[in-house]
């Protein structure tokens, strides 16, 4: 820009705006500093609120931390609060690429749920197992139940791949949001996981109360508990190896979890296989 014009207003413009954003991580940096650590004319200009100072930017790291995101001299702050600018902005991104940028308490609420109606249906078949000295079909039934995840998983993902839309009733927002990630695989893996996972949550509810037999919840807990995460095993399938935990890079390369490697083909050309998102087993029948 410097050699494009010779005009003074267009380069005081320039100057200031883009040496105040190479420098507004130091500025941002400066706000989490104590004031006895920063040099005295960091101090005065915090003062004269010219850069972002401490007691301004410590909102934002406050509850619930969607507010105070200019790192400047947070002059706009305001502004852009009050108006809920920032909300008015996800709602679009929601909209246009079909994903919230963090999980809300309610997709929170729901997954706790999920949680615990899979861990007592797997507590249900543990205790039952032990009181009736009968292990091997509920062990056989938790396998069975989680082959039949991963088929049901590729089912439903090939079902909402290629039919229906944004306004179809009830399945609608999945819909668009399954049809826009072959157009945008990454989102995937900046979404929260209680944002991916509530969807299928609350279906376990009514099957924990309609049985004692340990083999049905042996079965029910597997097979809910890996349909309820499969959304969150499809993300890590898009994530390289360098970036995942330990656990589910074994878990991958073991062929429990759909891997990287696997889930690959379902991104190329013609785009009409490896739909299955629990190991990603049942997709070669």
């Not at 095993?233 to 696997?262: C, E, Y």
Request: charged share 15%; with cysteine.
């Amino acid at each position: 820009m410097d050699l494009a014009v010779n005009d003074p207003i267009f380069h005081a413009f320039v100057s200031v705006w883009s040496g105040c954003l190479l420098f507004s991580q130091q500025f941002h940096a400066w706000a989490h500093t104590t004031k006895s650590r920063l040099p005295p004319l960091v101090i005065a200009l915090q003062d004269m609120r010219l850069p972002v100072s401490r007691s301004q930017r410590v909102d934002h790291h406050i509850p619930p931390y969607n507010n105070n995101y200019c790192i400047v001299s947070g002059v706009w702050n305001e502004f852009l609060d009050k108006r809920q600018i920032f909300k008015a902005l996800e709602m679009i991104l929601f909209y246009k690429l079909g994903v919230r940028p963090r999980s809300t308490w309610a997709h929170r609420a729901w997954v706790a749920c999920g949680c615990t109606m899979v861990l007592i249906s797997l507590a249900k078949a543990i205790m039952g197992a032990a009181k009736s000295h009968i292990w091997l079909k509920p062990i056989l039934a938790g396998l069975v139940g989680y082959v039949l995840a991963d088929l049901m998983s590729g089912v439903y993902h090939w079902g909402i791949d290629n039919y229906g839309s944004a306004s179809t009733p009830i399945f609608g927002s999945q819909i668009d949001a399954f049809q826009r990630h072959h157009k945008w695989p990454w989102i995937i893996t900046r979404t929260e996981f209680a944002n991916l996972s509530h969807v299928l949550a609350p279906c376990l509810l009514p099957m924990v109360f309609a049985s004692n037999d340990p083999i049905f919840h042996a079965f029910v807990a597997v097979c809910w508990g890996c349909i309820m995460f499969s959304l969150q095993f499809h993300a890590w399938a898009h994530i390289t190896k360098s970036k995942l935990p330990p656990l589910v890079n074994a878990l991958q390369d073991m062929g429990l979890l759909v891997s990287r490697s696997k889930h690959a083909n379902h991104h190329r050309p013609p785009y009409n296989n490896n739909y299955c998102m629990v190991s990603g087993a049942m997709d070669n029948h």
